[in-house]
């Protein structure tokens, strides 16, 4: 597979690129300055310790992540992944804002265990990272604009002129790129809640972990048994869903009861904010899950399994579709 060859493909993978290794940069200094200015501390009695560390390295997953959806959006020309991606990246610009005071509340809770300069050093720069992201967030939801109109053609010629057939395509684009993104969401709550979060019991720890092969296994199933359209395993993989919904639901409340509030202290902004997105995610999957379904065994099959074509092979085809007197539409729109 490789990255289709335009301009604007290019310029998508360059603002991706320089975003992620300028805010990688930031964020592995503010990373470096915490560990440098933590003094010898019994870190077991500061679950603020774990939390900096927790939230920054989570944050540079997700940049690496969203590079890998970057090449793996462009290589399938999946428009419907592009556009996540930008709204993923607005995900990201909220989180680096709600980071700012969820460290800052770290910081002040490690009073006396951490050079009190440490804040005033981090503060310019977690402030410049939301700001670097509004900037770049706005390239590339113009770049997804263009990308969009390039690859409708593709789409047009793997579907044809069925309109049925296309909102079929479509809605089987958006539960994939759907599971994409729950991989992403889910981990980044478990992790910091196995990290950061106090007063856990040895069993609902140890189911915490344990979620999340079994959160992976259940995502790599739901992608096969949609592609093979097996009518049983989405079923099975739909009560699976129903029951992450109601384990984020359950972990949500429980945050804000008054009896649990301090174990969640020093991470309940950012784990509210994983929690709410997933939810979010986890019903959007679970529609799209069900009309999948609804659409299994009515032609779609093939045209998800129809091998994708050489760049050769590409540039013949363009190159026929521009021949006078060939009124076949250049775009698709996509609704």
């Known amino acids: 597979m490789y990255i289709p060859n335009s301009k604007w493909t290019w310029l998508f993978v360059v603002i991706a690129l320089i975003q992620a290794a300028v805010i990688l940069g930031l964020e592995s200094y503010v990373f470096a300055d915490f560990q440098i200015h933590l003094e010898s501390v019994a870190t077991g009695s500061y679950s603020s310790t774990k939390t900096i560390p927790t939230f920054l390295s989570l944050y540079i997953f997700g940049f690496v992540y969203e590079l890998v959806l970057v090449y793996d959006a462009l290589r399938l020309k999946n428009t419907i992944q592009i556009i996540g991606i930008c709204i993923c990246n607005v995900g990201l610009l909220i989180y680096g804002a709600v980071q700012i005071e969820q460290i800052q509340e770290a910081v002040h809770l490690l009073q006396g265990a951490i050079d009190i300069d440490l804040w005033q050093q981090a503060k310019p720069v977690l402030i410049a990272i939301p700001c670097i992201l509004g900037f770049t967030s706005i390239l590339m939801i113009g770049v997804a604009w263009k990308l969009y109109d390039e690859f409708a053609w593709t789409i047009y010629k793997h579907i044809s002129a069925d309109l049925r057939m296309k909102r079929r395509y479509l809605t089987y684009q958006i539960y994939i790129a759907l599971l994409k993104f729950d991989f992403f969401f889910f981990l980044g709550f478990t992790v910091q809640f196995v990290v950061v979060v106090t007063g856990r019991t040895d069993t609902e720890f140890a189911l915490t972990i344990a979620a999340i092969p079994v959160t992976i296994i259940i995502l790599l199933f739901a992608a096969f048994f949609t592609r093979r359209e097996n009518t049983a395993g989405m079923f099975v993989v739909i009560i699976l869903y129903f029951g992450g919904l109601a384990y984020f639901l359950f972990k949500l409340v429980r945050m804000y009861q008054p009896s649990r509030e301090k174990d969640y202290t020093s991470a309940r902004r950012s784990l509210t904010f994983f929690a709410v997105i997933t939810l979010i995610l986890i019903v959007s999957t679970i529609i799209n899950a069900i009309v999948c379904t609804i659409n299994f065994h009515k032609g779609l099959k093939p045209h998800i399994w129809k091998p994708h074509k050489s760049r050769d092979e590409e540039k013949s085809t363009e ?17």
């Not at 579709?321 to 609704?335: A, F, K």
Request: aromatic fraction near 0%; glycine fraction near 12%.
């Open 319 to 335: 190159m026929g579709s521009q021949t006078p007197g060939n009124n076949v539409p250049s775009r698709m729109m996509i609704d």
